[in-house]
C-alpha cells in the first residue's frame, strides 16, 4: 500500500507512574493513527513532555505528552 503523507499526531494522558503514563499516551495515539485508517510508527513515539503532580491525593499523578508519526493512506 502507498502512503499519502504522513501525520504527526499528538496527545496526553496520564498513568499512576512513568511507565503507565507512557503506555496510556502510546495506546491512544496509536488508536487515534488507525481511526484514521492509517499505520502507527511505532518507532518514532517520542515523549515531549512529562510531570509528577505534587497532589498526593491525584490518583494517576503522572502526565506525559506524546507524539508518534502516522502514515496515512492515499
Do not use: H, W
Not at 501525520?7 to 496509536?30: C, F, M, P, W, Y
Not at 510531570?51 to 506524546?66: A, F
Request: with cysteine; aromatic share 6%.
Amino acid at each position: 500500500m502507498a502512503y499519502a503523507e504522513v501525520a504527526n499526531l499528538t496527545n496526553s494522558a496520564e498513568g499512576a507512574n512513568r511507565d503507565a503514563g507512557i503506555a496510556a499516551v502510546k495506546k491512544k495515539l496509536q488508536e487515534a493513527c488507525t481511526s484514521r485508517n492509517g499505520t502507527p510508527d511505532l518507532g518514532s513515539f517520542e515523549v515531549v513532555f512529562e510531570k509528577t503532580s505534587k497532589n498526593p491525593d491525584v490518583p494517576k499523578p503522572y502526565y506525559v505528552d506524546g507524539k508518534l508519526k502516522c502514515d496515512l493512506p492515499q
